[in-house]
């Protein structure tokens, strides 16, 4: 059974700083990985997509990097601003239908 | 356009009662699912359908009946509603093929009272 874990499940950094994180999964035969991002009260935004056969993705001021073989991805997050506020999730595709998700990265960006 | 639209948002209702939380995708997409957001905020999925056919049932209570009408539609129906059931519940859909982009609803916050 796929078990998805983030590190550090919260975090505060003052504004401008990079953001780093982490995601770790036990079985590295993934079809995919997701990052989403989850505002309070809200519902999932996705951010970045990885394929299995990729390495890393990028979007503005995202990347995401994934190593399939050590069950790791990392999302950076440049120069951080107070909007960047939210709580980050990892999912990875199985293959069978189902997403797994790790229990997220609570995000504060201080002013 | 919202791609992944649930009703109602909100849901408040007694111990016992039985609900009905309905969702509706229009990207085209032949799988769809329902997860449920725990109060620790975790997701974990529930039920996953492939063109209208079940493929997972997750452990759910025999309580929770999903409905299909056609692929663009999953439906969510509750009996006897616990105390437990409150949560945030959310649908979601993805093209058949693997490998790709999933897109969530914006959720459903069941309080039962």
């Known amino acids: 059974k796929q078990e998805v874990t983030q590190i550090p499940a919260a975090l505060s950094v003052p504004e401008g700083e990079n953001l780093v994180l982490n995601c770790s999964f036990t079985?590295?035969?993934?079809?995919?990985l997701q990052w989403f991002r989850q505002d309070p009260g809200k519902g999932l935004t996705s951010l970045l997509l990885?394929?299995?056969?990729?390495r890393e993705q990028t979007s503005g001021r995202l990347n995401a990097s994934l190593d399939k073989s050590s069950g790791r991805s990392t999302l950076y997050i440049a120069a951080s601003q107070p909007g960047d506020s939210a709580t980050y999730l990892c999912?990875?595709?199985?293959?069978?239908?189902?997403?797994?998700f790790g229990k997220g990265n609570q995000v504060v960006v201080i002013p | 356009d919202t791609a992944v639209s649930q009703t109602p948002k909100y849901l408040v209702t007694q111990m016992g009662n039985d609900k009905s939380i309905k969702c509706e995708q229009n990207?085209?997409?032949?799988?769809m699912y329902w997860y449920k957001q725990d109060s620790k905020k975790f997701l974990k999925i529930m039920f996953s359908?492939?063109?209208?056919?079940?493929?997972i049932n997750e452990t759910v209570p025999n309580r929770f009946s999903p409905k299909s009408p056609d692929k663009a539609h999953l439906n969510l129906h509750i009996n006897s509603l616990e105390l437990g059931d409150s949560a945030v519940y959310f649908c979601?859909?993805?093209?058949?093929?693997?490998?790709?982009?999933?897109?969530f609803g914006q959720g459903t916050r069941l309080t039962v009272v």
């Open positions: 979601a859909s993805s093209p058949l093929t693997g490998g790709t982009e999933a897109f």
């Open positions: 079985d590295s035969a993934i079809y995919n």
């Open positions: 990885i394929q299995s056969s990729q």
């Open positions: 999912a990875v595709y199985d293959g069978n239908n189902r997403l797994a």
């Open positions: 990207l085209g997409h032949d799988t």
């Open positions: 359908y492939n063109n209208k056919e079940l493929i």
